[in-house]
């Protein structure tokens, strides 16, 4: 993150979140293909391989083409929760399994076919946020969820 401030408030809503549950963040290079769509291919090879290896495209796909219920991708056009309901949404995510993933993709956006391979698609909001707002919105809102299911006070 280029914005000193937004990644000391990442970092600090990060070590406040790594209380609860185990924290890794996983930053991939934006593609470098001057083609918007190859572009966008290419960052979904990445993000697939971080993900556990789903292939997109033509290669053979595993689960029916979809990653685990438990990858979500931030999406303009998701669902949106309210501080409570992602509250819960995070519960249900814990009982599926160990891992959530949760997808923010580049600038340039993300690949139409890894984009349907994500079973689950969240808004942060309704306005337009830059990459490094929305993760630091994205890691506030999970702390204080997190705050909300055990009863702390910084949800009131």
Not at 23 to 45: H, S, W
Not at 92 to 102: C, E, Q, S
Not at 112 to 128: D, Y
Request: glycine content about 8%; hydrophobic content about 40%; charged content about 25%.
């Amino acid at each position: 993150m280029k914005n000193t401030a937004l990644r000391a408030l990442v970092s600090d809503f990060g070590d406040r979140v790594s209380h609860f549950a185990p924290l890794d963040i996983v930053e991939l290079r934006d593609g470098k293909a001057a083609d918007p769509v190859a572009r966008l291919a290419e960052e979904a090879k990445s993000i697939a391989a971080a993900l556990g290896g789903l292939k997109t495209g033509n290669g053979s796909k595993q689960n029916g083409g979809k990653f685990s219920p438990n990858t979500v991708l931030l999406d303009e056009r998701g669902e949106t929760l309210d501080t409570a309901g992602f509250s819960r949404f995070l519960e249900r995510a814990a009982h599926k399994g160990p891992v959530l993933d949760i997808v923010l993709g580049s600038s340039h956006g993300i690949d139409p076919e890894l984009k349907k391979a994500i079973p689950t698609h969240l808004r942060l909001s309704a306005m337009t946020l830059t990459h490094e707002w929305a993760r630091a919105l994205l890691f506030e809102q999970v702390y204080r969820a997190y705050c909300l299911q055990k009863g702390f006070p910084y949800h009131h």
